[in-house]
């Protein structure tokens, strides 16, 4: 009972944030498609966790870990930030590249959310069942934090994808696609892996997370009406 229960509040924050992002649709996209690419996106969590471990053994030395402010920023953007991100992103590219029913400005919005919650939900149930003697703790901030960082990374690289689609195909929307969500990604968690730092600045760090979280969030709503205007402008 107490598997299920950690289950069940391991995947409900992605379950919200889906529920929520398909809400926002007004021509919402086949349900099959968007459970193909949360279940995409679940799966890149083997070949993520294979790579992060790859990486963190070539910059920190086998069963090194990062143990300083540079080290833990190093850590933040080059073993969680871009593995994770570039699997998104190649997700995404494979899943979209010939999808028929991506046809409008917020779709790419839609199926970005899809695999990044996809991911999410997957690194949610390994977090929770790693510490499972303070499991609820762990839920509690992962749900109000974690899972809609990933949410909010996912909007901006699906973001970005739709503008390289649907506006010529610059160069700037190619780099940005990626390179936006692994600098919001690499802030994120340069924050909160400072906190291991010093117990003095978890406070300074906790707080510099909320504002950080607050921005990022208030950006990704102002996207996300941004692509929705747009397709009520350019009915496809």
Known sequence: MDTLIMLAAAVLPAVLLF?????KDTHPEPFGQMLKALFFGALIAIPVSFTEG???????????EASNLLEYIWDAFFVAAVPEEAFKLLVLWL???K????DEHFDGIVYAVCVGLGFASVENISYLFSYADDWETVALS???LSVPGHYAFAVLMGYYYSRY??????????ASMFCIPVIAHGIYDSIVFSMQLD?????FCFIALIVFCVKMHKNALRKIKEQI????????
């Open 54 to 64: 790859v990486v963190q053994a070539f910059l920190f030395g086998p069963g090194g």
């Open 229 to 236: 205007a747009r397709d009520e402008v350019e009915p496809d």
């Open 99 to 102: 999808n028929p029913y991506f």
């Open 142 to 144: 992962r749900a109000l």
């Open 165 to 174: 689609r649907f506006g010529g195909h610059s160069a700037s929307d190619i």
């Open 95 to 97: 899943f979209l590249r």
């Open 199 to 203: 117990s003095y600045i978890v406070t």
């Open 19 to 23: 529920l929520y992002i398909w809400r």
